[in-house]
């Protein structure tokens, strides 16, 4: 059975990433941009991942341009913006497409397990998914819901 521990990706810096070196985490896989009317969302993400990083959770942030033309920059602009307005300390990863022929294999993957509102699609930025140390996706929330909406879960989730 697939899961998200089978998949690699690169870094917002260049490195490529195993993320089967989350195995064990609960992690909430979210497309971003910089240009978005959600992109105050970077701020409650961040909360996320202070209030229950001790715990064995961790933010992926996966930039994306492919709604609206929101995330213009290259990856070091994202990054210096991230850090700068929101001071993001969550992995992010180099710019994707979560859509269509070029999708990031990952995003393909995790469309296949969680439908949304437009079946086997991204609907729009800041889509996240919710992911559990076994590597399985547990939920997928709409670019509308607010990261604190999702603490709940990620308490349910993580356990005591």
Known sequence: MTSL????ATGIDGAEVDLAAYHGEVVLVVNTASQC?????????????????????????????????QEPGDD????GFCERNFGVTFPLFSKIDV???????LFTWLR??????????????FTKFLVGKDGQVI?????TT?????????????GS
Request: hydrophobic content about 30%; some cysteine; glycine content about 12%.
């Open 5 to 8: 521990h089978d998949f690699k």
């Open 99 to 105: 859509n269509g022929d070029d999708a990031h294999p």
């Open 76 to 79: 070091a602009e994202i990054q």
């Open 139 to 143: 939920a997928r929330y709409a670019p």
């Open 112 to 125: 296949s397990e969680k439908g949304g509102l437009l079946g086997n699609r991204v609907k729009w930025n």
């Open 37 to 69: 009317g959600f992109t105050p969302q970077y701020k409650g993400l961040q909360k996320l991942q202070d209030d229950f990083a001790d715990r064995g959770f961790t933010v992926l942030g996966f930039p994306c341009d492919q709604f609206g033309h």
């Open 146 to 158: 607010k990261p604190e909406k999702i603490a709940a879960d990620l308490e349910k989730t993580l």
